[in-house]
């Protein structure tokens, strides 16, 4: 019975790619299911999935804990369960627990012997959670110490490191989630007297503390082994003497630090999410709302920056709305967490990596400059020919919008820069919301004046120019240039920066992943596109009808050079944030991040060329100012040549 009992622990450790291919009856076809008792006398059975022509286990109930050999006395006079008799102990697992409250409720040691003894195989685990789920619900008050040692002791077991890989097999995936929630429970029963408790295991340490108002502050650290290796990872919990003001005296807390319950969250519920410091839960009065936890990074790479996170107990997943980063570098994380009932457990994750590549750095920022280049000198053309281009009301508005887009755009590729200096691992939080608000309303303010200008030659088209005053006309542009971005900006900042949901975790811009705040940015923009590209066709379908002798010739010809300004710049703008999506979409295509940020470093360039260089009018009217210039030097240089030649006799 023993030697088939190890047989069958030793087996449940092997991966599957080494068993034969004709393990499984039948023959294997991808996505094809089949399932394999476990050895002899050993309850449960292996189920196995055929991916690219292997069959491959997927999930493993075999277990060699049961009601007759995890106490240490002999149960003679329990009820039989039998052999096969196994799964109504799993159907009905608070019988066990039962048993253990009947036979050590002082302490619950009974059952730590032969759970330890116990091979860590994926059956054993889902009892062991099982069984540390019903005692967590057991009506208990006042747990005391011995308890709390004892279901450490159990917890311990199976949070092994060497056991990590075995949750994967579990077909509950919130067996992990179940387990860290008993945990919890269990330790918010826990009563903590005048001497404070400290109970160290190898993957689980608990400490409780009486607190009190007199205090200076309180603090818990930990400093535990995350792997087989003797590297140890510290975490600290901190609770500053503003908040213990607020707390009854005296109260009590009691804090969990668990090394490896990252890692075994990661493999049994499947995310692609790593946790890269220690998990710490705290239990703590309702009236403590803010604390601070440093972590010490397990993985301290230089590139990847850290996210602060809360477990939510209710819904199973890492939540980033209760906790704020408050400083971070290289080797730890310093984050402000609000505890919950729904919030006790709280860690940091290691962020998305973020694609870095030198062709990049140099694009974007020798764009920013040609396009800041480009933008004053844009600017400096329209100061100088703005008599001269702006004699009729409708170039008048028409340069109106081209000196504001390319205002707006100059200030956005400026606080573009600021915010890049501001990001990474130890980004100022303000100064980076700040950057980012400017940055998401001056680019939004591009688009919105070139809607001013695409509703400039619809009212041209299709109303008469004259029927309204020019201020009238001019506040409308700026209300629509500036008014809407200012709406969609604040309101953005002010719906998702109070859950810390408005940055990226690893760069100064709205965020997608939580809050898909960039949403308030992309769909204004392509939404803007499809108007303005709308709004040239029916440019081109009404000024066919205008003739060439007719009264309003010159306008329409005005409304036409506006049409095809827009028809160029709109697209470009488009198809820049539209490969700007793609970024966001696939994060690893280097080919879209330097498409994009081609695009988008050179806007500056295009207003340059297609708004202004390539209008015949300022070019005229450049020929003009400089012909002009040139017959004023000339001018000069006679007069001064003709006073040298017969100076000027002074009368005595």
Known sequence: MQRALNEAANKSKEQVSTRPHGECHGTCVDNSYCSQPCPPDTPGDMGFLCRQKKWRKVTDTCRTLTAFNIFEADLNSVQTFGGSKISEYTNKPETITDLLMEKCPQDLSC???????SPRIPGNIAVIVQLLHNISTVPMTDVDEAKMQSYSIIANHILNSKSISNWTFIPERNSSCVLLHS????????????????????FIHTVGT??????????????????????????????????????????????????TLGAILEASVLESITVNGL???????????????????????????????GWHSLEGRWDRKVC????????????????????TSFSIL??????????????????????????ILCLSIEALVWGQVTKTEISYLRHVCIANIATTLLMADVWFVVASFLSGPTKHHSACVAATFF???????????????????????????????????????FAVGYGGPLLIAAITVAATEPGNGYLRPEACWLNWDMTKALLAFVVPALAIVVVNLVTVTLVIVKTRRAAMGSSMFQEVRAIVRISKNIAILTPLLGLTWGFGIATVLNDGSLACHIIFSLLNAFQGFFILVFGTILDPKIRDALKDRINSAQWISRISENVSSDFSRHPTKVPR
């Open 111 to 117: 059952v730590i012997r032969n759970i330890q003894k």
């Open 183 to 202: 945990i919890n429970s269990f330790a918010r029963k826990l009563f903590v007297n005048k001497h404070p408790i400290d109970i160290a295991d190898t």
């Open 210 to 259: 009486i607190l009190s108002r007199d205090n200076a502050g309180k603090n818990f650290t930990f400093s535990m082994r995350v792997n087989d290796t003797s590297d140890m990872v510290t975490g600290k919990v901190l609770i500053s003497r503003e908040e213990l003001q607020e707390v009854p005296s005296p109260s009590q807390a009691v804090s969990i630090a668990f090394p």
């Open 324 to 343: 704020q980063m408050i400083e971070e570098n290289s080797q730890q994380a310093v984050c402000n967490c609000s505890p919950s009932k729904a919030f």
């Open 350 to 375: 290691m962020a998305p990596h973020v694609l870095q590549s030198p062709i990049l750095i140099y694009i974007t920022y020798i764009g920013l400059g040609v396009s800041i280049c480009s933008l």
């Open 279 to 309: 998990v710490l839960s705290v239990i703590l009065p309702k009236e403590l709302e803010k604390i601070s936890l440093i972590f010490e990074k397990i993985s301290k790479s230089e590139d990847r920056t850290a996210q602060c996170v």
């Open 439 to 477: 940055v998401h309303f001056f680019y939004l303010s591009v688009f919105f004046w070139m809607l001013a200008k695409a509703l400039l030659i619809l009212y041209g088209i299709l109303i008469v120019f004259h029927t309204l005053p020019k201020s009238v006309l001019v506040a409308a542009l």
